[in-house]
């Protein structure tokens, strides 16, 4: 494969897991349920543990350390070799679990499009309609400054 | 000769199982959820995750619920927790400029590109009581106006770009970042070490000092340049994977001050700027925490330090409410032996003193007689 093909492809899988991040572990399982799952086994055991949250001094300076940030982990391999990680804010092992096996059905000719319409498209869906919905409400409180003229000229 | 003594296992064991049973109330009354708590009592969730230095809405809620509501209890057992997992690195840093944002504000520019949005806030409210909470109402849908696709600059960033406002120190990207979880403090501390641990620090201290500046202790002028609060994606680079890994989004809030101006000789006088940063909605935290930090800059700045919030050592050393609290509230165990050391002491000075008296006033008795 070529640089530019690795490339694509790893675009893919961040664009993957950041759709699946934002998902609930129950909405996922469900979204695979139709898709026939190749056999796989854990590379590495669903789990639990931190990590440093940091941001930047003035938003845009020299990093600092904020404060912690509980995360999940796992890694699978499907039978067909390919190795999918999940990594995910919170402590739900089994929702990092499905994103592992949802990265490596992504690196899978064979899986890749299944895994795109039956999972992320929908999830995509319901995440922009989330954003687009609070958007609006914030939208909403947006203040309109008038002046108000007062006497002649 | 050193003497222990023993006992108070059950009286503590059953003090415990009284605890629980007035941590539950009346049992009449149904049982908080954690999902009630996150979502109706919010800020106080967030108030945890910020000082508890760990984002986890869920764990929060929980420790304020087995806290009984006692936010420095509830931080202490997050504390605690967060010493049982393992740390797998640091995230990416956070890019608040790609905020989604939810609230957006700025007490120096009336029009910045992208509006002053006020969001949900308890600004302009009336501070009446509302009565129809104590029944139980439904809350009227929120309004909706069509979302402008336009981005939302910092305002600090709006005024650096004619150099009125100073830059933010830059490192080389592979410079060790200050930790305080890991080495013990040392003075002078660093901004990012500053920054560690002003985040995690106790509000109302944080709120209290950066008032003193305002008063006129360590005066520095602040006006708040921007506060934003909305959700922030968070990458991770893990080597497993190979390159940085979306983990989702946190909710932060961001104060940016804009202080009084600073020139030299060869410098041309432009702002100075203060920074505060938490997780969840906490704009008095971070407003207090933007003060605190401009304050702290003293040093740096050349100016005079005369005032407690100038005072990297005093105000990192008593900024933590859980190390506060474990040092003040230790008075109240068991200090028997300490105690009876010093009243022995003590008596056998008040009967020294006593003495002395008696041999002082003998010889004025012969005198007189």
Same mark, same amino acid.
């Given at each position: 494969?070529t640089? *530019?093909?690795? /490339?694509?492809?790893? $675009?893919?899988?961040k664009? &993957?897991?950041?759709? +699946? !991040?934002?998902?609930?572990?129950?909405?996922?399982?469900?979204?695979?349920?139709?898709?026939?799952?190749?056999?796989?086994?854990?590379l590495?055991?669903?789990?639990?543990?931190?990590?440093?949250?940091?941001?930047?001094?003035?938003?845009?300076? *020299?990093?600092? /350390?904020?404060?912690? $940030?509980?995360?999940?982990? &796992?890694?699978?391999? +499907? !039978?067909?070799?390919?190795?999918?990680?999940?990594?995910?804010?919170?402590?739900?092992?089994q929702k990092?679990?499905?994103?592992?096996?949802?990265?490596?059905?992504?690196?899978?000719?064979?899986?890749?499009?299944?895994?795109?319409e039956?999972?992320?498209?929908?999830?995509?869906t319901?995440?922009?309609?989330?954003r687009?919905r609070?958007?609006?409400?914030?939208?909403?409180?947006?203040v309109?400054?008038?002046?108000?003229?007062?006497?002649?000229? | 000769?050193?003497?222990?003594?023993?006992?108070?296992?059950?009286?503590?064991?059953?003090?415990?199982?009284?605890l629980?049973?007035?941590?539950?109330?009346?049992?009449d009354?149904?049982?908080?959820?954690?999902?009630?708590?996150?979502?109706?009592l919010?800020l106080?969730?967030?108030r945890?995750?910020?000082?508890?230095?760990?984002?986890?809405?869920?764990?929060?809620?929980?420790?304020?619920?087995?806290?009984?509501g006692?936010?420095?209890?509830?931080?202490?057992?997050?504390?605690?927790?967060?010493?049982?997992?393992p740390?797998?690195?640091?995230?990416?840093?956070?890019?608040?400029?790609?905020?989604?944002?939810?609230?957006?504000?700025?007490?120096?520019?009336k029009?910045?590109?992208?509006?002053?949005?006020?969001?949900?806030?308890?600004?302009?409210?009336?501070?009446?009581?509302?009565?129809?909470?104590?029944?139980g109402?439904?809350?009227?849908?929120?309004?909706?106006?069509?979302?402008?696709?336009?981005?939302?600059?910092?305002?600090?960033?709006?005024?650096?770009?004619?150099?009125?406002?100073?830059?933010?120190?830059q490192?080389?990207?592979?410079?060790?970042?200050?930790?305080l979880?890991?080495?013990?403090?040392?003075?002078?501390?660093?901004?990012?070490?500053?920054?560690?641990?002003?985040?995690?620090?106790?509000e109302?201290f944080?709120?209290?000092?950066?008032?003193?500046?305002?008063?006129?202790?360590?005066?520095?002028?602040?006006?708040?340049?921007?506060?934003?609060?909305?959700?922030?994606?968070?990458?991770?680079?893990?080597?497993?994977?190979?390159?940085?890994?979306?983990?989702?989004?946190?909710?932060?809030?961001?104060?940016?001050?804009?202080?009084?101006?600073?020139?030299?000789?060869?410098?041309a006088?432009?702002?100075?700027?203060?920074?505060?940063?938490?997780?969840?909605?906490?704009?008095?935290?971070?407003?207090?925490?933007?003060?605190?930090?401009?304050?702290?800059?003293?040093?740096?700045?050349?100016?005079?330090?005369?005032?407690?919030?100038?005072?990297?050592?005093?105000?990192?050393?008593?900024?933590?409410n859980?190390?506060?609290?474990?040092?003040?509230?230790?008075?109240?165990?068991?200090?028997?032996?300490?105690?009876?050391?010093?009243?022995?002491?003590?008596?056998k000075?008040?009967?020294?003193?006593?003495?002395?008296a008696?041999?002082?006033?003998?010889?004025?008795?012969?005198?007189?007689?």
């Amino acid at each position: 494969m070529t640089v *530019a093909g690795d /490339n694509g492809k790893q $675009a893919q899988r961040k664009a &993957a897991m950041a759709v +699946l !991040a934002h998902a609930d572990a129950a909405e996922i399982a469900r979204r695979l349920d139709p898709i026939a799952l190749p056999p796989f086994e854990n590379l590495r055991e669903p789990e639990n543990g931190l990590v440093m949250l940091r941001g930047r001094i003035g938003g845009d300076g *020299a990093p600092f /350390n904020l404060g912690e $940030a509980t995360v999940s982990r &796992a890694a699978v391999r +499907l !039978a067909t070799g390919e190795v999918g990680f999940g990594y995910v804010l919170g402590r739900d092992r089994q929702k990092a679990q499905m994103i592992a096996l949802c990265d490596a059905l992504v690196q899978s000719n064979e899986f890749s499009q299944a895994v795109e319409e039956s999972v992320l498209t929908p999830l995509r869906t319901v995440l922009v309609a989330e954003r687009d919905r609070r958007a609006a409400e914030t939208a909403a409180t947006r203040v309109d400054f008038y002046t108000m003229v007062r006497g002649e000229g | 000769m050193y003497v222990a003594v023993k006992g108070g296992e059950r009286a503590i064991e059953n003090a415990h199982r009284l605890l629980a049973h007035e941590r539950r109330g009346d049992c009449d009354v149904p049982e908080l959820s954690l999902a009630q708590i996150s979502g109706q009592l919010s800020l106080g969730v967030d108030r945890i995750m910020t000082e508890g230095s760990l984002y986890d809405r869920e764990l929060a809620a929980l420790a304020l619920k087995q806290a009984r509501g006692d936010m420095i209890e509830a931080i202490f057992l997050i504390r605690a927790f967060r010493a049982t997992l393992p740390r797998f690195g640091a995230t990416e840093p956070v890019d608040t400029g790609q905020m989604r944002v939810r609230r957006r504000i700025s007490s120096t520019f009336k029009d910045i590109p992208g509006g002053q949005i006020l969001g949900p806030t308890f600004d302009y409210t009336h501070r009446l009581l509302d009565p129809r909470l104590a029944e139980g109402s439904e809350p009227e849908a929120p309004a909706t106006a069509e979302a402008s696709a336009a981005t939302m600059p910092r305002v600090t960033d709006i005024l650096g770009r004619d150099g009125l406002i100073e830059p933010s120190p830059q490192v080389d990207a592979d410079s060790a970042v200050g930790d305080l979880t890991r080495e013990p403090l040392s003075f002078p501390a660093d901004r990012d070490l500053r920054l560690q641990n002003l985040a995690r620090a106790d509000e109302g201290f944080l709120l209290a000092l950066g008032y003193s500046t305002q008063r006129g202790y360590g005066r520095s002028h602040p006006f708040a340049g921007e506060i934003r609060l909305g959700e922030v994606e968070v990458e991770f680079m893990a080597e497993d994977v190979g390159f940085a890994v979306p983990l989702g989004a946190v909710t932060l809030t961001e104060c940016q001050m804009v202080n009084q101006f600073k020139g030299s000789a060869t410098e041309a006088p432009c702002f100075t700027r203060g920074y505060g940063l938490a997780f969840g909605q906490s704009e008095r935290k971070t407003m207090s925490m933007a003060l605190v930090d401009r304050s702290l800059r003293a040093r740096e700045l050349g100016e005079e330090i005369i005032a407690p919030a100038q005072d990297e050592e005093f105000v990192m050393s008593h900024s933590d409410n859980v190390q506060a609290t474990g040092f003040v509230e230790h008075l109240k165990l068991p200090h028997y032996v300490d105690f009876q050391s010093e009243l022995g002491l003590l008596r056998k000075l008040r009967k020294e003193f006593s003495e002395a008296a008696t041999d002082t006033a003998a010889p004025m008795q012969e005198a007189a007689e």
